[in-house]
């Protein structure tokens, strides 16, 4: 990953209602949720959540399938585990391997 793509990440989650989209997108991996659903859910108007989806789907953070006449979202995990290597690569002097061992047990991404 380089610096523009990772910046282009960033921009497109650097709106509240994006990062809750797409938190919530990653919870539902790899099923993902039409985009009803997701209104639904994050108590959104399906206009304003239209215009954020296809946002976040250019910069390549979700994917989307068309099944019938719906749209199905996904996280795009690869992109996001590849960002937070490209955010972690050098880490503690080029060795992030030893950066895990002081960071509290996450949910996601455990070296164990």
Known sequence: MDIQLA???FESLASGIRLDVFRLLVKQAPTGLVAGEIAT????????????????THAGLINVTQEGRYQRYR???????????????ECCTGH???CFDTIPD??????D
């Open 75 to 89: 996280a795009n995990l690869t992109v996001m585990q590849e960002l937070i290597a490209y955010l972690t690569a």
């Open 41 to 56: 859910l994050l108590d959104l108007p399906p206009t304003n959540l239209s215009f954020h989806l296809k946002a976040m």
């Open 96 to 98: 992030p391997e030893q």
């Open 7 to 9: 910046t282009k990440l």
């Open 106 to 111: 996450s949910t996601c991404c455990n070296t």
